[in-house]
C-alpha cells in the first residue's frame, strides 16, 4: 500500500510539472503553425512572467491584481516580440527568424538581468495551505493550481479553436494564409494574436512554476528546451501533441528522478527524446511523411 501511495505521489509531482512543459509547449506549436517557424524565445515569456509578477508583488500590489497586470504585461510582450522580430523578417526564409528569436531571448534575458540582477527570487504561493492529504499521497496545493490552471487553458483553447469564429479565422491562417487572405481574413492580425496569446500562456507557465522553482533568468531556457522536446514527442505542430507530450515529459522525469537519480532528472527527459527521435521520429500523433527522390 506504501508503495502504491510513493508512485502516485511521484506521478502527481510529474503531471503538475509536466503541465508546465505542456502550456509552453502549446506556445511553441501555436508560433509553429501560424508562421512556420520555433519560437526560442518561448521559454523566456515564462521567465519575463515570472518577474513581471515580482515587480508587481514588490510594489506593494495584491497577489490577483499582480497576476492580470503580468498578464496584461506578458500580451504587450507578445505584440511587440511580432512587430520587432517576427513582422520585419516576415518575407524572410525561417533561419533569419529563427536566430532573430534567439537573439531576442539573450536579449531579454539581459534585460532582466540588469533591472532585477542575478539572485532567484522567491514568489508567494497562490493558496497559504500547503496542501492535503488523500489516501497517504500529499498533494501539494501549488501543483493543484497548476494542474486545474492547465486544465482550465487547455479548455479553453479548444472552445477558442472549434466554437469561436476567431478561432476558425486562426486554423485558417494556419494552414493556408494565401487562401486566408483571399477570402478577407487579416492574417497579420491572427499572426500578432498567435504572438499575444503564446506570450501569455509563456507568462502563466512561468506564473505558476516560479513558487516551486524559484524566479530566475535560467528558468526560462530550462523550461523552453523540456517544452521543445514535448513538441516532438508529442508531433511536432501538433496541439494534442504538444499536451500529451509534456505530461509524458514530466512523468518520465519524475519517476526517474525518483528511482534513478535526482541530479540526472534532466538527462531523463532528453533521453525519452532521443529514443522518439531514434523510433519514431515523427512523434506520437505525428504522421509519416515519405520524400520522392
Known sequence: MEFLAINFQVLFAGLALGSIYSLVALGFVLIIRATNVVNFAQGDFAMLGGFAMVAFMSG?????????????VMGIVGMVFNLGVYYPLRHRSFLPVIISTLGASIFMQNTVLYFFGPQPKPMQRVFKTQGI????????????????VTAIAVGFQYFLFEHTLLGKKLQATSQDKDM?????????????????????????AGILVSPILFVSIGMGSIIALKAFSATIIGGFGDVTGAIVGGLLLGVVESFGAHYISVPYKDAFAFLLLFIFLLFRPQGIFGEKISEKA
Open 60 to 72: 506593494g500590489m495584491p497577489y490577483w491584481l499582480s497576476i492580470i497586470l503580468a498578464l496584461f
Open 180 to 204: 486566408a487572405r483571399l477570402v478577407g481574413i487579416p492574417v497579420a492580425s491572427m499572426i500578432a494574436f498567435t504572438f499575444i496569446y503564446s506570450a501569455v500562456l509563456g507568462g502563466v
Open 133 to 148: 492529504e488523500l489516501g497517504g499521497v500529499f498533494m501539494d496545493t501549488q501543483y493543484l493550481v497548476i494542474l486545474a
